[in-house]
């Protein structure tokens, strides 16, 4: 037992050493970086994307090349709530205000609540949403899960393809090893078909992460209510609390996070943005017991 237990300490430390070499090879095959690429860019970044790609150098190269491309024409960082704002008023995509078990934020989506036709606004809308959700992770984690309430939806809002892929792409490609479950939740007859199509977009890592749970199958419950307190997991869930979409508070609250994000980014132009743009509607909807 006690050579087992060495011998295991032994290649921990031995993967340890051979991942943070990776790490320098990556860091010095991207080479120089200056504003917010060389902030994005951090040791857990460069982790990310190794981890992405299996802990090939090259490939993980070619994918953080290609987000500090996407990033530097995108500008994700800037993207301020009243730029969005319309995109949010019926709460298709809004942080939650508690975490799962392990500490992450919470992200929820109900794609039968869509509201607008324009794909690259809506894009901009999850875009926003995924850097707010990174902006509140607790000290140690950087992984969110998703809860996806499909409450709704109908064959006269299911998402079109292209939103389902550009949606893929932007978390698989951009935002890498950020997801750490997604939870789809009693999803109905409908959306089969649309996930036969959709599943192809994903890669393996990310396949593994979606989880679908139906109220009548146990095991699928059980690994949901694993991952979250009930009492925290609104009815849509499963779960006890009651959850209600505030826009106007969530969009208080939003506005607070884009001080946050301008102080952490150090961009004076969203600042003065979520200044002058302020809509009164920024935070996060709170559970009623």
């Not at 921990?12 to 990556?26: F, M, P, R, T, W």
């Not at 080479?31 to 060389?38: F, K, T, V, W, Y």
């Not at 389902?164 to 090893?177: K, S």
Request: charged residues 25%.
């Amino acid at each position: 037992m006690f050579l087992w237990r060495n011998n295991t300490t032994h290649d921990q430390e031995n993967d340890s050493l051979q991942h943070e070499s990776k790490i320098n090879e990556l860091k010095a095959t991207i080479g120089p970086l200056s504003g917010h690429s060389l902030q994005f860019c951090t040791d857990a970044c460069f982790r990310r994307y190794l981890d992405a790609r299996n802990w090939n150098v090259d490939k993980a190269k070619k994918m953080l090349e290609e987000t500090i491309k996407w990033r530097s024409t995108y500008k994700p960082e800037e993207i301020c709530w009243n730029e969005v704002v319309v995109e949010g008023e019926t709460g298709k995509i809004y942080r939650a205000n508690f975490h799962d078990r392990q500490g992450r934020t919470v992200l929820i989506l109900r794609p039968g609540m869509q509201n607008t036709r324009s794909i690259d606004n809506q894009m901009r809308h999850l875009t926003y949403l995924i850097e707010n959700a990174i902006l509140n992770l607790p000290e140690g984690q950087e992984q969110m899960a998703w809860l996806i309430d499909f409450t709704g939806l109908s064959i006269s809002n299911t998402p079109p393809i292209k939103s389902a892929r550009d949606t893929v792409n932007i978390l698989q490609n951009h935002y890498p090893e950020r997801l750490a479950v997604a939870f789809l939740y009693n999803p109905p007859r409908i959306f089969e078909a649309f996930w036969k199509i959709v599943k192809y977009f994903l890669d393996a890592k990310t396949f593994q992460k979606v989880k679908f749970v139906y109220p009548k199958d146990n095991d699928s419950v059980e690994l949901m209510k694993s991952y979250f307190d009930d009492e925290n997991l609104p009815t849509e869930f499963g779960g006890r609390a009651i959850l209600k979409y505030d826009h106007e508070e969530f969009s208080r609250l939003m506005t607070e996070d884009d001080a946050k994000a301008t102080s952490f980014w150090g961009s004076d132009k969203k600042l003065q943005q979520a200044v002058n743009g302020h809509h009164g509607a920024d935070g996060a909807p709170s559970p009623v017991s």
